[in-house]
């Protein structure tokens, strides 16, 4: 850290590192106890500086979660394929890997004391709304038409994911290949139940599986 | 509340008083308002008596959320039906209209500053637990055999009904009944995808509707 303490950096630049450097104590520790002084001797400021780059703790704190979100969101960007299924398949492989790698960090933003902030919920509500919005951009190319009950299976399908992915990481009874295909499956088939495809008659059929 | 004043009543009965007064004022403000004072009051009885019951403010608040919870499982509990997709079409039902007359205790318990409470978010587990459990009982009915992955999806499918439940109360856009469709269908279909049944290529046959 000594080389950082000695750097100058313009303020776009000192803002970011100051928030990047607290997104990756936030690996190591909840958000409550990520303070202020501990970033400032990190960074090689003052605590008087940081605050002039926020605020206050929560103002910091907010910058932080921001960050980890819109990391995430990068991360999960749809890349432009001729098959929607594939796309599907690697935005949730990204998904997956991204929880894992950030375990510590998205778990205990999302399940932690965070998720009781309404700021910070408000984040992450945004950031749901964005991965819904991507993934009915997605819809129509597997003919499925946008209609309300669509919507809230989409939003219903992040949850899910979300859930699925958290309740893996804490105990793994299936490979990271058969996570990614329950979460990818389990849109069309949520998408199906939404335009009211009746999948209970053919519950039959899996009984020799 | 006058009446309520003057009565006497044995330790359990006074305890369970107090807890539901606090339930009900849960009906109209967030937890983190209700003041002890405040249940003391209508109660009738002394601050330090409240205290004696519980020995602080969190412990009364976590006594509340355990009966709401308990509440909400007893509203839900599944009767024995021949039929298991009308139980599941019952209990749903019963889900939604619980969670509709109790819509500000309800989401503000699971998405305000109680969900960031390490004993709270406890409770809210152990009650989704036991909700995935119910519903894993009942799915050898419909021919499905209980893997790791239909474990994770009906974890998942408890946070994708939450989801859903809680964003139509939100923005209504479809009936009751439609929700209650769309919870209900939900399950087979995420069910068969945990199984591995791939809804994608059936997929075509809905571009007509």
Redesign the interface.
């Known amino acids: 850290m000594d080389a950082v303490k000695r750097t100058r950096l313009d303020p776009a630049q000192r803002r970011a590192q100051l928030i990047d450097l607290g997104a990756r104590m936030l690996a190591e520790r909840p958000l409550e106890q990520i303070s202020v002084e501990d970033i400032a001797d990190q960074a090689g400021v003052s605590r008087g500086l940081l605050f002039h780059y926020f605020a206050s703790k929560s103002e910091f704190h907010l910058a932080i979660v921001r960050h980890s979100s819109e990391q995430m969101l990068q991360r999960t960007e749809p890349s432009e394929s001729d098959d929607p299924?594939l796309t599907l398949r690697s935005v949730l492989a990204s998904y997956v890997d991204y929880v894992t790698e950030n375990r510590n960090t998205y778990v205990s933003l999302l399940?932690?004391?965070?998720?009781?902030?309404p700021q910070m919920?408000e984040v992450f509500e945004q950031t749901r709304d964005i991965m819904a919005k991507r993934t009915l951009d997605q819809l129509p190319k597997?003919?499925?038409?946008r209609t309300?009950?669509v919507?809230?299976?989409v939003?219903?399908?992040?949850?899910?994911?979300?859930?699925?992915t958290i309740?893996?990481l804490r105990a793994p009874?299936?490979t990271r290949e058969?996570?990614i295909?329950?979460t990818v499956?389990?849109l069309?088939?949520?998408?199906?139940?939404?335009?009211?495809?009746?999948?209970?008659p053919?519950?039959?059929?899996?009984?020799s599986?």
């Open positions: 299924m399940r932690g004391t965070a998720s009781g902030d919920r597997i003919g499925l038409t309300p009950q919507e809230l299976a939003r219903g399908w992040i949850a899910f994911v979300e859930e699925a309740s893996w009874a299936i058969e996570l295909d329950l499956q389990s069309p088939a949520l998408a199906l139940a939404a335009v009211g495809f009746d999948a209970g053919d519950l039959g059929l899996l009984q599986n």
